[in-house]
């Protein structure tokens, strides 16, 4: 059985930082893309960052110089550290796990509110 499991968000300041995580089961780890999305409220599910099985990092536009995502495959976790958070950055966010066009996997989401 696969599991995405995200845990880290919550409530933060505008200004301020989050460190979110996505601890990986039933997959062989290694061989996935792994990444982040969010969906905001009225909005589509849109791209934070992903990054492949070689490393290969890709940053949606809005993030790009105040996120940044690691990979660890010993532990077969996901992070995502969130800099200078700013309202518009407040949405749930969703682990993803994938081959690509074979399959993916999904987490359950985690919400980020950034509010004074």
């Known amino acids: 059985q696969v599991r995405l499991v995200e845990s880290g968000g919550g409530l933060v300041q505008p200004g301020g930082s989050l460190r979110l995580s996505c601890a990986a089961s039933?997959?062989?780890?290694?061989?996935?893309?792994v990444g982040w999305y969010r969906q905001a409220p009225g909005k589509q599910r849109e791209l934070v960052a992903t990054?492949?099985?070689?490393?290969?990092?890709d940053y949606g536009d809005s993030v790009k110089g105040r996120f940044t995502i690691s990979r660890d495959n010993a532990q077969n976790t996901v992070d995502l550290r969130m800099n200078s958070l700013k309202p518009e950055d407040t949405a749930v966010y969703y682990c993803?796990?994938?081959?690509?066009?074979?399959?993916?996997?999904w987490g359950k989401g985690t919400p980020v509110t950034v509010s004074s």
């Open positions: 993803n796990a994938a081959l690509p066009r074979l399959t993916d996997y």
């Open positions: 039933g997959i062989i780890f290694r061989l996935y893309a």
């Open positions: 990054i492949s099985s070689g490393g290969s990092i």
